[in-house]
């Protein structure tokens, strides 16, 4: 990890440290960081970004589960006007040193995913918070109470289908 490959959000996490029976750990982005991320996502605003993690050693690696919780601020694809909304994301994702991962083909036995890289002995949470925020953005956000139902009656008239809908109809 290099500072040009880490992106605004980053809390690194040396995985020799990670007690046996495990450890529990906040991510929580600054005001900063949360502008950053904004930009980089395309969005309005990010309030708040924060990540709940549990870490255990596990035979082969690092096993991270926990929840990323944001408010943010989208644009509303039907209205185009600013809205503020939630994200909840929950988080299970494996590391593994490089060299402990055997390729393994895919199989319908083991569709899990490969574990995440381990790198230089270190995680790095920042970067699982804003990817976890990032899978957990809906694409097409709507503002609550708004639907897309738009029929303009004179499309109908003016339809190359028009005709063959008068002869269906019997007219």
Avoid: W
């Avoid at 930009?39 to 991270?64: C, E, Q, W």
């Avoid at 991962?101 to 036995?109: F, L, N, V």
């Amino acid at each position: 990890m290099t500072p040009e490959t880490v992106g605004p959000l980053s809390r690194l996490v040396d995985v020799m440290r990670v007690p046996p029976r495990g450890q529990d750990v906040r991510v929580e982005a600054t005001a900063e960081e949360c502008a950053a991320l904004a930009r980089d996502f395309g969005l309005p605003a990010i309030r708040s970004l924060s990540g709940d993690y549990h870490l255990k050693t596990s035979a082969k690696g690092i096993n991270v589960t926990g929840v990323i919780k944001a408010s943010i601020t989208q644009i509303c694809v039907t209205t185009l006007e600013p809205f503020d909304s939630n994200v909840e994301e929950e988080v299970e994702v494996d590391f593994a040193e490089s060299s402990g991962m055997p390729a393994e083909p895919p199989t319908d036995i083991n569709e899990d995913e490969p574990p995440d890289e381990i790198v230089n002995g270190q995680i790095d949470l920042g970067a699982l918070t804003a990817e976890f925020l990032a899978l957990g953005l809906d694409p097409y956000p709507r503002k609550p109470g708004v639907d897309f139902d738009y029929r303009d009656p004179s499309d109908e008239k003016d339809s190359p289908f028009a005709a063959l809908n008068k002869l269906r109809e019997g007219k």
